[in-house]
């Protein structure tokens, strides 16, 4: 019984979290990266979130990264729109809210990194 108890511990242990999250411009902490309110924090979530689809020949049909920064570098704005998180494509998918299909297609994302991604949009979208 005992030996039983400890395995389940750790397989809940394992797999759990840790997320830290602060006022608004908080970094935010989850596992061992820290996702600060600026392009390269949100650059890094793609790549714990999004990556696995959305990156150079990934299953996704583009990588991510590369068009997003197509947009902020004077493209036309449609997966993030600077100063508008609720027209970003991107916001969308990843809150269920639009036409495209929820992202990551195994759920929404915890409430908490959403809303990291939304202030970096509304402030911008600073690179």
């Given amino acids: 019984m005992r030996v039983r108890a400890f395995i389940v511990a750790c397989f809940v242990l394992t797999s759990c979290d840790d997320h830290i999250i602060g006022e608004a411009g908080a970094e935010i ?7 600060d309110s600026n392009w390269a924090g949100v650059e890094l979530l793609f790549v714990d979130y999004c990556d696995v689809c959305h ?3 990934g299953s996704g049909g ?3 990264h590369t068009t997003i920064a ?3 570098n004077g493209g036309d704005p449609y997966y993030v729109v600077p100063g508008d998180a609720s027209g970003s494509a991107v ?3 990843m809150t269920g809210t639009g036409a495209l299909s929820t992202m990551p297609p195994t759920g929404v994302l915890e409430t908490e990194l959403i809303a990291h991604v939304e202030e ?3 402030d911008g979208a600073p690179q």
């Fill in 29 to 35: 902490v989850s596992g061992e990266n820290v996702y």
């Fill in 120 to 122: 970096w949009i509304n």
């Fill in 91 to 93: 916001w969308q998918a």
């Fill in 55 to 57: 990156s150079d020949g």
């Fill in 62 to 64: 583009f990588d991510l």
């Fill in 70 to 72: 197509a947009e902020l």
